[in-house]
T-cell receptor
Framework: ETGVTQTPRHLVMGMTNKKSLKCEQH?????MYWYKQSAKKPLELMFV???????ENNSVPSRFSPECPNSSHLFLHLHTLQPEDSALYLC??????????FGEGSRLTVL | AQRVTQPEKLLSVFKGAPVELKCNYS??????LFWYVQYSRQRLQLLLR??SRESIKGFTADLNKGETSFHLKKPFAQEEDSAMYYC??????????FGSGTQLTVLP
């Protein structure tokens, strides 16, 4: 598998559930990102990790909790979400100053 | 703060016609501008960046600092150009800020 891979591709969860989104990159990049893509809004940057260290938290609610155990893996832990959190969550990776490579996204529906 | 504005949510042109997707930005320093594209059922991918000054798939974009614009142009649109196009800006913090996107439809 090459590039940026996200799992699961689709997730339906209730507001009381706990789930996680996973992202893996095989490009040797040092930076990884979570973006949120909603139907009527621009792509919103959520979190940035450079060399496994979080360098950006774009005022994201605490019900979203990122984890970056190494430079190749990025998780987004979800708990007690709201229906308005339903969106496409995109993972991306890059060298520090380079082009972003995106995954195909995880489509989240919160009931 | 950095901001990217794409005024057109939807744009339709006929095949063979010229197309221009507008992008304006707000940033106090020297920005790096990009165009990303998302074809149907494909992932978001880089189309071009202003520093490379190259033409990709017939598209070009010129950074106009006076007008703070980075419009994407193609002289003769093709049906396979139908896609969602996002303008993006990278400032000093090297974080990409995206516009809201323009859905381009090229009609036969």
């Amino acid at each position: 598998e090459t590039g940026v891979t996200q799992t699961p591709r689709h997730l339906v969860m209730g507001m009381t559930n706990k789930k996680s989104l996973k992202c893996e990159q095989h490009l040797g990049h040092n930076a990884m990102y979570w973006y949120k893509q909603s139907a009527k809004k621009p792509l919103e940057l959520m979190f940035v990790y450079n060399f496994k260290e979080q360098t950006e938290n774009n005022s994201v609610p605490s019900r979203f909790s990122p984890e970056c155990p190494n430079s190749s893996h990025l998780f987004l832990h979800l708990h007690t979400l709201q229906p308005e959190d339903s969106a496409l969550y995109l993972c991306a990776s890059s060298q520090i100053t380079g082009e972003l490579f995106f995954g195909e996204g995880s489509r989240l529906t919160v009931l | 703060a950095q901001r990217v504005t794409q005024p057109e949510k939807l744009l339709s042109v006929f095949k063979g016609a010229p197309v221009e997707l507008k992008c304006n930005y707000s940033y106090s320093g020297s920005p790096e501008l990009f165009w990303y594209v998302q074809y149907s059922r494909q992932r978001l991918q880089l189309l071009l960046r202003h520093i490379s000054r190259e033409s990709i798939k017939g598209f070009t974009a010129d950074l106009n600092k006076g007008e703070t614009s980075f419009h994407l142009k193609k002289p003769f649109a093709q049906e396979e150009d139908s896609a969602m196009y996002y303008c993006a800006l990278s400032g000093s913090a090297r974080q990409l800020t995206f516009g809201s996107g323009t859905q381009l439809t090229v009609l036969p």
